[in-house]
């Protein structure tokens, strides 16, 4: 069973990479990179600071970075554990695939996947009242995880698995938030 999984992951990944062109290579290149999404993250703390009291902004922005360093650790910790190769480092799949990232650090699972995950469920959860349009946030961390089967160095399951502690992470810190710091700023739950 876990090795037609694997069979099936590798194969999924094998198709999916191979629908690129060379003509989207930049936009996805581009995508896949942090720095890209600079401007995202400052609408995220203009937006906290505008829609809350100074205090529970304040305190969403620390829970944000929180969220951060705990995605980060728990990410490079599980890929350190799991030590899964890269498609783009595996001789045996990589003169078949697409290659635009050479990253050497594991697969296992999706950095990108996670964080973005993580931290557009908190934003979610945070600013879902105060903005009708919120949803869109969800658009960054579908971009941002696909991109990674582009270019070549996730597999499905990693993007899937990342996906799903991410936003586990996210709903955590936000009910952490909820639980222990708000309380005590003399704010009210907002749910």
Same mark, same amino acid.
């Given at each position: 069973m876990f090795e037609e999984l694997l069979e099936w992951d590798r194969d999924t990944f094998i198709y999916l990479n191979g629908l690129g062109i060379e003509?989207?290579?930049?936009?996805? #290149?581009?995508?896949?990179d942090i720095l890209t999404w600079i401007p995202l993250f400052m609408l995220f703390v203009v937006l906290l600071v505008r829609k809350f009291p100074k205090k529970e902004a304040v305190a969403a922005i620390v829970t944000f970075m929180a969220? #951060?360093?705990?995605? *980060? /650790?728990? *990410?490079?910790?599980?890929?350190?554990?799991?030590?899964?190769?890269?498609? &783009? &480092?595996?001789? !045996?799949? &990589? *003169?078949?695939?697409?290659? /635009?990232?050479?990253p050497s650090?594991? !697969?296992f699972f999706s950095g990108h996947a996670s964080s973005s995950f993580s931290i557009t469920v908190l934003m979610y959860l945070f600013l879902r009242k105060?903005?009708?349009?919120?949803?869109?946030?969800?658009?960054?961390? /579908?971009?941002?995880?696909?991109?990674?089967?582009? #270019?070549?160095?996730?597999?499905?399951?990693?993007?899937?698995?990342?996906? /799903? #502690?991410?936003?586990?992470?996210g709903m955590l810190f936000y009910r952490l938030n909820e639980r222990f710091i708000l309380p005590y700023l003399g704010s009210g739950h907002r749910e």
């Open positions: 003509a989207q290579d930049g936009f996805w #290149v581009t995508i896949t969220l #951060v360093i705990f995605i *980060t /650790l728990l *990410t490079d910790f599980t890929k350190q554990i799991v030590a899964r190769l890269r498609p &783009n &480092n595996d001789a !045996s799949i &990589n *003169t078949l695939i697409r290659i /635009l990232r050479n650090s594991y !697969s105060q903005l009708n349009w919120a949803l869109l946030f969800f658009i960054w961390p /579908l971009l941002f995880s696909t991109s990674r089967i582009y #270019v070549g160095v996730h597999y499905p399951s990693d993007i899937i698995v990342g996906a /799903l #502690v991410g936003i586990a992470s």
